[in-house]
C-alpha cells in the first residue's frame, strides 16, 4: 500500500469512527427542543442514547464476521448507505416511538463502518506500526466529540433540532463518498471465514475463552463506560448543575477533547520508545488521579465548571493513551479473526456505554458527587481487570501462535 493510500486510509478510519461520537453529543443540546416537541421526560431521552448505544453493540457481533466474510469495504458502504437513511429517518420522526425506532436503526447500521475501519487499520500495517496509525485515528477522531455539541449548538439555535439529525444524513454520505472512490479491500484473501451459524457461534466460544483477550476488552469497557457517565449524563451537567445553555456545551466537550487529543499524540509518540505494558501502566496511573481528583473537587467546592471539566478532562487523556494499546493487544490475541476481534471490543465497550446511559446515569445524574463516585468506581474495576493480566502479557506472542 502506498504513502498516500494508508494516508487515505487513516483519513476514512477516524471520519468513521466519529460517526459514533457524532450521534451520540451533536443532538445534547437539543434535549430541551426535542422533550417539548415530543412531550417526554429527560430520563426517556437519555434512554433513545442508550437504545442506539445498546443496538449498536449488539451487532456488532454481527458486523464483524460479515466484515471477515465479505470484506471490509462492502460492509463499510451497507453501513454508512444504512446510517444515512436512518439519520433522516431520525429528523421526520411524527411521533417519539418513531424517533426511538430510527435511533435503534441509527445503531444497527452505524457499527459497520466502525468495525470495518477497525480491522482495515489493523490489515493494512504490522503491530507496532497499527498502534501509532490508530493512534493517530484516536486524535482525529478525538475532535468528534469536541465539535459535536458545538456544531449540535449551532444547528439548534438556527435551524431547530430535525437540522442535526440532516446533518448526520450528509456526514454519513460524504464519508461513503470517500471509500467508494478513494479506499481499496485490505482484507487477506486467505483470511476470509466462514458465516455458517454452527461455526460461527463455535468462532466466538473460542474467542471468548482465550485467556488474555475477554479480560483485556473489559478492562477497556469500564475505563472507557466511565466517559459515558459525564457523555450521557452532559445534559445534567450543562443545564441542571452548571446552570449553562445549548450553546455551552463547548465549555464541557473542547476541554476534554484536547486531553483526548493529547493522550493519542502522547501514544503515538511513545510507541517506539516505551513497551505497551508500561504505556498502559501510565494511562492507569493518570486515570486513577484523575477520578481521585475528581472527587475531592467536587465534594468539596460549589458547582463550577473548573471543579468538574478539569479533572474529567484529564481522565479523557488517560483513556485516550490507553485504548491504542489496549486495542492492538487485544486484536493481537486473535490475528486472523480480526474482523471478529473488533466485534466483540465493540460490543464490550459500547454495551458498557449502553448500560451506563441506561441503568447508572437516571440514577446518579442529580448529584455531582454521585456522578465522580460512578466514575471512579468503572475505573476500578477495569485496573483490577487490567492488573488480572499484566504478568502474562509478556506471552501474548505464544498464545498468538498456539491459539
Known amino acids: 500500500m502506498s504513502h498516500k493510500a494508508k494516508i487515505r486510509l487513516i483519513l476514512f478510519a477516524a471520519l468513521g469512527n466519529m460517526i459514533a461520537p457524532f450521534s451520540i453529543d451533536t443532538y445534547l443540546p437539543s434535549f430541551p427542543a426535542i422533550e417539548s416537541y415530543y412531550q417526554v421526560s429527560r430520563d426517556m431521552l437519555a434512554a433513545s442514547m442508550g437504545a442506539y448505544l445498546a443496538a449498536f453493540a449488539i451487532t456488532t457481533l454481527i458486523w464483524g464476521p460479515l466484515a471477515d466474510r465479505f470484506g471490509r469495504k462492502k460492509v ?28 435503534v436503526l441509527q445503531g444497527v447500521l452505524a457499527g459497520g463502518v466502525i468495525i470495518a475501519a477497525r480491522a482495515m487499520i489493523r490489515d493494512s500495517y504490522p503491530a507496532n506500526e497499527a498502534q501509532k496509525a490508530m493512534a493517530i485515528v484516536m486524535m482525529v477522531f478525538a475532535v468528534g466529540p469536541a465539535i459535536a455539541p458545538i456544531i449540535g449548538g449551532f444547528l439548534q ?11 448526520l444524513c450528509a456526514y454519513g454520505l460524504l464519508t461513503l463518498a470517500l471509500i467508494h472512490f478513494f479506499i481499496g479491500e485490505t482484507q487477506n484473501p486467505e483470511h476470509i471465514q466462514s458465516i455458517a451459524p454452527k461455526r460461527l457461534l463455535i468462532s466466538y466460544g473460542h474467542s471468548l475463552k482465550h485467556p488474555l483477550f475477554i479480560r483485556l476488552v473489559l478492562a477497556q469497557s469500564f475505563v472507557f463506560g466511565g466517559f459515558f457517565v459525564y457523555i450521557a449524563g452532559s445534559a445534567s451537567l450543562i443545564f441542571d448543575h452548571l446552570k449553562l445553555g445549548p450553546e455551552d456545551f463547548w465549555i464541557q466537550f473542547v476541554p476534554m477533547v484536547s486531553g483526548m487529543i493529547l493522550g493519542s499524540f502522547l501514544a503515538h509518540q511513545l510507541s517506539n520508545r516505551q513497551s505497551p505494558l508500561r504505556m498502559a501502566n501510565l494511562a492507569f496511573l493518570i486515570g486513577g488521579s484523575a477520578t481521585m481528583l475528581n472527587l475531592i473537587l467536587v465534594s468539596f467546592n460549589d458547582p463550577h465548571f473548573w471543579s468538574v471539566i478539569t479533572a474529567i478532562s484529564l481522565y479523557a487523556f488517560a483513556v485516550s493513551l ?55 468506581s468503572m475505573w476500578l474495576i477495569g485496573l483490577l481487570l487490567w492488573l488480572s493480566v499484566y504478568r502474562q502479557l509478556p506471552k501474548l506472542a505464544n498464545h498468538v501462535q498456539n491459539f
Open 322 to 376: 490507553s485504548l491504542p494499546v489496549l486495542s492492538i493487544l487485544a486484536m493481537d490475541c486473535l490475528p486472523e479473526k480480526r474482523g471478529m476481534a473488533a466485534s466483540l471490543q465493540s460490543l464490550l465497550q459500547m454495551g458498557m456505554a449502553a448500560l451506563i446511559s441506561i441503568l447508572v446515569v437516571p440514577l446518579v445524574h442529580a448529584s455531582l458527587i454521585e456522578m465522580a463516585v460512578a466514575l471512579l
Open 76 to 103: 463499510a458502504t451497507i453501513s454508512l448507505l444504512g446510517f444515512a437513511f436512518s439519520s433522516g429517518g431520525c429528523a421526520l420522526a411524527a411521533t417519539f416511538d418513531h424517533f426511538m425506532l430510527f435511533r
Open 157 to 167: 439555535l438556527h435551524f431547530d433540532w430535525e437540522s442535526i439529525f440532516w446533518f
